[in-house]
């Protein structure tokens, strides 16, 4: 039996409602730290019953499958109200799984000339990672604190990625070959070789040196490219406008990123100042400082990818690392100052 | 408290925090417009599982401290 299109639509009226009750629960109701199982996010609709559209405005907790209440605990049955709204539950399966290096239906994993942020790249021994932007050398004038932008003419250009994506975790020598697509992608020599590694920040690992006296700052690496094939154009992300400096990243801030593997996602800042220890992988942990924790917005193979200002576009971190609920990032000034290049004219 | 102030704090103890349980990493978050002391766990443990100098304090000289769950921090 068809249902009953006009109920499956909400008026303008209560779709407004419905915003506000979201915009009033959301965040509670998807902080990292309470959410319930299977939870994967919320919005708004129309509630369901019995298998037809009600017509009226419904929170909808999207999870990743529907469990009989019996196999859930209490404290993560979903609520029939949320504030003042009334609830339905849709199962939207889980989008990307967490250990995924495979490449989905959707992923940024192809060849693509002029190169541009968001797409696969990776140094010839690794899997594969994104593709941040394309950058260029700190031009003459140009400063740190007070920021500024310098003048003249960039000698170089680069792709802007991570140490583990573009010199295989301090393991590179410099003039290696770096590959768009990576190889996990697809991506062969010479046919794919799109730059060479130019310039890394190390990365002091554990073992050989004890964690305690680990100062990471970022897990950043440039590779030098041909001008007509790199494109600072950030797919679906559009041009970055500047960067913002670390002063004026907040708790709280809304921010956007393109990846090779969760394409577009929007995220929120959760912590800052934040010193934390990272796997990554043969047993070897690094420990970083002044990180910024979001909520998730990446998986394996988005490390790489720039991290965005939800409104305006200026560059305020590198994605690098997370794990199934959180993501962390570094400042995009700290990458800026100790790879010395810059990103665009404007400083936000 | 500003914000340097409450990252002086923070490192002062970061090094005590990371050397408990579980315990990946530690920065500052904010709660209901009040400056917190976020410290991230792979796996949170009932107390009663944890010896009493195994737990993260409930506070950093008056900063309260949330304890927030990240499971495994991998590089991406």
Same mark, same amino acid.
């Given at each position: 039996m068809p249902i009953n299109e006009a109920k499956a639509m909400l008026s303008a009226s209560a779709q407004a409602e419905a915003e506000k009750a979201r915009l009033a629960v959301q965040d509670t109701f998807l902080a990292p730290e309470a959410? +319930?199982?299977?939870?994967?996010g919320m919005g708004v609709g129309v509630k369901w019953k019995n298998g037809e559209p009600t017509g009226e405005p419904a929170l909808v907790v999207l999870v990743s499958q529907k469990l009989e209440r019996s196999q859930l605990s209490r404290a993560d049955l979903i609520p029939a109200k949320l504030g003042d709204m009334q609830t339905d539950v849709l199962a939207i399966g889980?989008?990307?799984?967490?250990?995924?290096?495979e490449a989905g239906v959707q992923t940024l994993t192809r060849r693509i000339r002029p190169a541009e942020g968001g797409y696969s790249v990776g140094h010839f021994r690794i899997t594969a990672g994104t593709m941040a932007t394309a950058v260029y050398d700190l031009l003459?004038?140009?400063?740190?604190?007070p920021p500024a932008h310098g003048l003249g003419i960039p000698p170089r250009f680069y792709i802007l990625s991570n140490n583990h994506v573009l010199a295989n975790s301090n393991d590179a020598s410099l003039g290696d070959p770096i590959l768009q697509p990576g190889v996990f992608d697809g991506g062969t020599l010479p046919a794919d070789l799109i730059a060479r590694l130019s310039r890394f920040v190390p990365i002091t690992f554990e073992p050989p040196v004890p964690r305690a006296q680990h100062r990471n700052l970022v897990d950043a690496a440039i590779a030098e490219g041909q001008f007509h094939d790199l494109d600072r154009e950030i797919y679906w992300n559009g041009y970055v406008q500047g960067w913002q400096p670390r002063s004026k990243t907040l708790v709280g801030q809304r921010v956007k990123k393109t990846g090779r593997t969760t394409n577009m996602t929007t995220g929120r800042i959760t912590v800052l100042g934040a010193t934390i220890d990272v796997n990554f992988g043969g047993g070897r942990v690094a420990r970083f400082i002044d990180q910024i924790v979001t909520t998730n917005i990446s998986a394996p193979g988005d490390s790489g990818s720039l991290v965005l200002s939800? +409104?305006?576009?200026?560059?305020?971190g590198l994605l690098f690392a997370g794990s199934s609920v959180a993501t962390i990032v570094n400042h995009f000034e700290h990458v800026r100052s100790l790879l010395r290049i810059e990103v665009a004219e404007g400083v936000g | 408290m500003t914000e340097e102030t409450l990252q002086v704090l923070i490192d002062k103890h970061t090094p005590r925090l990371l050397?408990?349980?579980? &315990? &990946?990493g530690v920065g500052r978050g904010e709660e209901q417009g009040r400056a917190v002391v976020v410290v991230l766990v792979s796996r949170k443990l009932p %107390?009663?599982? %944890?010896q009493p100098h195994e737990r993260v304090p409930k506070d950093l000289e008056g900063v309260p401290v949330r304890v927030r769950e990240v499971g495994s921090v991998q590089a991406q």
């Open positions: 959410m +319930r199982l299977n939870v994967r889980e989008v990307f799984a967490g250990n995924a290096e003459p004038g140009a400063t740190v604190s939800e +409104r305006g576009n200026l560059a305020l | 050397a408990l349980p579980n &315990v &990946v %107390l009663a599982a %944890l």
